[in-house]
């Protein structure tokens, strides 16, 4: 069953394999196996160092406007018309004329923690640099970024892909010698998406390795 407090549940953002072009990914490899750490794959290290993610947002659902005789209280028989609404007027809600998916703020918003020298910030940094100046037909582009939920016994339950996303922004990075220590331990950045799916999983949609059918 899930926990009734959200800090027994958990969550696993993944970053795909295409989010950082081989060229990039050969270069950073070599530099993570002269560190002989756990970690030697650049996504992987990249994914192990997500802190935070935001997803999932939306407005404006609802539109008001003023109808007649909307809201009016009803009349007793000790209540005289001039105690009633000055008008009978007031504003009365519907439902947005906008599509579901016109109402998402399909923005992603994950925070990373800075390591090993900036590591993995300028990895990010030139991996954008890198498939923003591909053909948007390119198939270097990632295709979807997958967060996984799971329940307080650890099991996944359901996940959601955000399908062609793009870096929109990311934070600047502070150097002050000043300082004895770093201003920021974490750095930001935005991602903007074009549809997301929802798949809530159980036994019927999982084969024996636990993949999820379609």
Same mark, same amino acid.
């Given at each position: 069953?899930?926990?009734?407090?959200?800090?027994?549940?958990?969550?696993?953002?993944?970053?795909?394999?295409?989010?950082?072009?081989?060229?990039?990914?050969?270069?950073?490899?070599?530099?993570?196996?002269?560190?002989?750490?756990?970690?030697?794959?650049?996504?992987?290290?990249?994914?192990?160092?997500?802190?935070? &993610?935001? &997803?999932?947002?939306?407005?404006?659902?609802?539109?008001?406007?003023?109808?007649?005789?909307?809201?009016?209280?009803?009349?007793?028989?000790?209540?005289?018309?001039?105690?009633?609404?000055?008008?009978?007027?007031? =504003?009365?809600?519907?439902?947005?004329?906008?599509?579901?998916?016109?109402?998402? =703020?399909?923005?992603?918003?994950?925070?990373?923690?800075?390591?090993?020298?900036?590591?993995? $910030?300028?990895?990010?940094?030139?991996?954008?640099?890198?498939?923003?100046?591909? =053909?948007?037909?390119?198939?270097?582009?990632?295709?979807?970024?997958?967060?996984?939920?799971?329940?307080?016994?650890?099991?996944?339950?359901?996940? &959601?892909?955000? $399908?062609?996303?793009?870096?929109?922004?990311?934070?600047?990075?502070?150097?002050?010698?000043?300082?004895?220590?770093?201003?920021? =331990?974490?750095?930001?950045?935005?991602?903007?998406?074009?549809?997301?799916? $929802?798949?809530?999983?159980?036994?019927?949609?999982?084969?024996?390795?636990?993949? &999820?059918?379609?």
């Amino acid at each position: 069953m899930l926990a009734l407090k959200s800090r027994f549940d958990g969550y696993k953002l993944t970053l795909p394999k295409e989010f950082i072009p081989n060229r990039i990914e050969e270069k950073y490899a070599n530099i993570l196996s002269k560190k002989r750490g756990f970690i030697n794959s650049p996504i992987e290290f990249l994914n192990e160092t997500i802190q935070a &993610v935001n &997803v999932l947002g939306f407005d404006g659902a609802a539109v008001m406007q003023q109808q007649s005789f909307r809201g009016e209280p009803d009349h007793k028989p000790n209540r005289i018309r001039q105690n009633a609404f000055l008008s009978p007027s007031t =504003d009365h809600a519907y439902r947005s004329p906008n599509t579901i998916l016109g109402l998402m =703020d399909k923005t992603m918003q994950i925070k990373f923690k800075h390591t090993l020298g900036f590591l993995n $910030y300028f990895m990010l940094f030139e991996s954008f640099m890198y498939l923003f100046s591909r =053909d948007t037909k390119s198939n270097e582009l990632p295709k979807y970024i997958e967060l996984e939920l799971f329940d307080e016994t650890g099991s996944r339950y359901s996940l &959601v892909r955000f $399908y062609d996303p793009i870096i929109d922004a990311m934070d600047m990075i502070s150097f002050d010698n000043s300082k004895p220590t770093a201003n920021s =331990d974490f750095f930001n950045i935005t991602l903007k998406y074009n549809n997301f799916e $929802y798949i809530s999983l159980n036994e019927d949609m999982e084969d024996s390795n636990g993949e &999820v059918k379609y």
